[in-house]
Structure formats: structure tokens, C-alpha cells
């Protein structure tokens, strides 16, 4: 299986499966000397985690990072260093129970990569995806928080939350709300009403989807103009992610129905006087805020019928149990954050110098 590593400068290659051992994550190319608070890399995968109610599933893992290499604590320090060496990241899991997939043994189920797996390697894992499982996050995210402390040096951030969720959609940004509901929706009258239909959803059997928006301050000069746009790039990491089927930067499909002369980001001494752009001219960064929306679908597994087929092509019914997500969000929300990070600092370290793909 090839496409495990994302990035040129800041390699991160990501493996494990759902019911395995663990996952984990090897990275390569992260600067020397980046003081890692490990208290923060911890909470970023707290996040992420599973068990935590509302649209969660019920299935409970620490998610307790463990680094295996790269790092060192210098005499008189608390908190280690990067030692520039590959970082070998693992969470292991601890809460798999793989007997509850034993009746999907020979069924493909709809929504999942189950008929796609068999189509392409001749076999699959069925217990909860093996690899295509939402799981292999949780390396993503640790590789993000990561990344989310070398960006950190040079005073680059980012922020996701939550614009829609089950057709209940934001109308304020207050990013002080977020933290304050289980959501991560700048909108608490918004959250309350995504609440209810979460509540709604779930007595129903079924999944909801929804939008999360990603803003991030970003210097000015990031990115390659022709392949590897900044926004290609965001985009190509974002689309990895399981749960995510569209991307748009800044005005996004908006643009479609603008003029040249509405489109436009006006230029003047003080800064632009828009940001239809999205914080991206040309492929590079202007030194505006990204501002990044993802449209993510409705968790595939749902506890109402439906019709597919079993490994010899023959027609069944199948009501999927378990535990399972009501919706990706807001577990996918540093998901989302992680990959625009790891976009970030592998274009922030091939700006500042040379490389050789080699070297990498």
C-alpha cells in the first residue's frame, strides 16, 4: 500500500489499523531543538478521542501518545527536544472490540471502502475498516500537535470549528463560544439547536454531516506557484481525511456567481480590504488569514436498513450496531487542524531553505 507519507520537507508517513496493535506515526524532517510541551501534545489528542458523548461514539480509548525516538531531555529541562532524528510516534489501542464486526465478514457495507479495499487488494480487514477507519487519525492528529509547536515559533496558528451540522448552520463567529459546547460552534444558539438535532438523528438510526471552517495566520510567501499551490496542497491534505468529500478556500463556490470587480481583494497602504482569497494569491500566501472550509458527509454506519451485497455478489439486508460516530464532527475538527498544520510547517521549512528531495 502506497500514499502513507504526506509532505516534502516535514515528512509524515502514518500506519496502523482500527483493530490493531495501535497506530502510530514516523516523522522525518522535523527541525532540531523544538521544546515539545508534552501536556499539549496530550490535550491535542484528547480532542480527538473517542467516549466523549454528544454525536461520539462509546468507544473508549486514552489515546495516550507515546515518542519512541527523536527527542531528548537536556540536563536541567523538564520538557525534551527534537533531536532533527526521524520521530517515531504510537497510540495504542485499547478498547477494539473486533467480534462485534464478525457478521461483516463477507458483506460490503455501503458508504465504506469495503468494496473498494477487495477491488484493489484482493482482500480487506472488516473489523472497523482496519486501515480506511476513522482510527488512523489519531496519528494524523499526533503528528499535528507536533507540527502545531514548531509553527508555534513563528507565531502561526490554527483554529477550526464548526459552521454547519445536520443543516443547522452558524450565523456568528464568536470563537470564544467554541470551547464552551460540545460542538466547537462559534454559535451558541446555533449549538443548542445542533444538539437537539443530533438527539433527533441519533433516535432515528441515522448519521448527519456538516461544515467545519479552518482559519490559520499565515506569513506572507508560502507555497509554490504552479503544482504545488499552498492551496492545492491544503486542499490535497485536507481531501485526505476519510470523512471529508469538499473543499474551499476563502469565497470558495461563491465566486461563481461574482463579478471580477466584487471577486477582487482591494489592495491599500493598510492591507487588503477583503479576503474573497482566502489568504492565497497565485498559489502563495499573502500574509492574510486562510480561511478554509471543508464539507464533511455522514458517518456511513447507520442502524436502518439497507440493501448491498455479500462477497458473491448476492443481494442483503444489513443494520449496522456497534458503536459508531452520529456525526465525524467535532472528532474530525483537529483531524482538520493537523493536516492544515502539517501543510503549513512542510511549506514554512521548504521556504525558508533549499532542499533536496533526497535529503528528505
Avoid at 532524528?85 to 473486533?98: E, G, Q, R
Wanted: with cysteine; proline share 5%.
Amino acid at each position: 500500500m502506497a500514499g502513507n507519507t504526506f509532505g516534502k520537507a516535514f515528512k509524515v508517513t502514518t500506519w496502523g489499523e482500527s483493530h490493531g496493535t495501535g497506530v502510530g506515526a514516523v516523522i522525518d524532517g522535523c527541525p532540531p531543538g523544538i521544546v515539545l510541551d508534552l501536556e499539549d501534545l496530550q490535550n491535542e489528542m484528547a480532542r480527538r478521542k473517542p467516549g466523549q458523548g454528544g454525536a461520539s461514539t462509546t468507544r473508549k480509548e486514552p489515546d495516550k501518545l507515546e515518542i519512541m525516538s527523536g527527542v531528548f531531555t537536556l540536563p536541567g529541562e523538564e520538557m525534551p527536544r527534537t533531536t532533527g532524528t526521524p520521530i517515531s510516534l504510537v497510540i495504542y489501542n485499547k478498547d477494539a472490540h473486533s467480534k462485534s464486526y464478525d457478521h461483516l465478514r463477507d458483506i460490503f457495507r455501503p458508504g465504506h471502502g469495503d468494496i473498494t479495499y477487495m477491488a484493489k487488494y484482493g482482500l480487506r480487514d472488516h473489523r472497523g475498516g482496519g486501515r480506511s477507519s476513522a482510527r488512523e487519525t489519531a496519528a494524523r492528529v499526533a503528528a499535528g500537535a507536533i507540527a502545531k509547536q514548531v509553527l508555534a515559533s513563528f507565531d502561526m496558528d490554527v483554529c477550526a470549528y464548526t459552521v454547519a451540522l445536520g443543516g443547522i448552520r452558524a450565523e456568528k463567529r464568536n470563537l470564544g463560544e467554541i470551547t464552551k459546547n460540545a460542538y466547537y460552534c462559534p454559535d451558541k444558539v446555533a449549538a443548542k439547536k445542533m444538539d437537539e438535532r443530533i438527539k433527533q438523528v441519533r433516535s432515528n438510526g441515522d448519521t448527519v454531516g456538516g461544515i467545519v471552517e479552518i482559519v490559520a495566520q499565515c506569513p506572507p510567501g508560502l507555497g509554490e506557484p504552479v503544482f504545488d499551490k499552498l492551496e492545492a496542497e491544503l486542499a490535497h491534505g485536507l481531501m485526505s481525511i476519510g470523512a471529508v468529500k469538499g473543499v474551499e478556500i476563502g469565497a470558495g463556490f461563491a465566486v461563481a456567481d461574482m463579478l471580477g470587480s466584487e471577486n477582487n481583494d482591494v489592495i491599500t497602504p493598510e492591507g487588503y480590504a477583503s479576503n474573497n482569497a482566502g489568504g492565497i494569491l497565485a498559489g502563495i500566501s499573502n500574509g492574510e488569514q486562510l480561511v478554509i472550509r471543508v464539507a464533511i458527509k455522514p458517518i456511513p454506519s447507520i442502524a436502518k436498513e439497507q440493501h448491498t451485497v455479500n462477497l458473491r455478489n448476492e443481494e442483503v439486508s444489513l443494520k449496522i450496531g456497534g458503536r459508531h460516530d452520529i456525526s465525524a464532527i467535532p472528532r474530525v475538527i483537529p483531524v482538520c487542524e493537523a493536516m492544515v498544520r502539517l501543510t503549513l510547517v512542510d511549506h514554512l521549512l521548504r521556504h525558508l531553505g533549499p532542499y533536496e528531495e533526497e535529503e528528505y
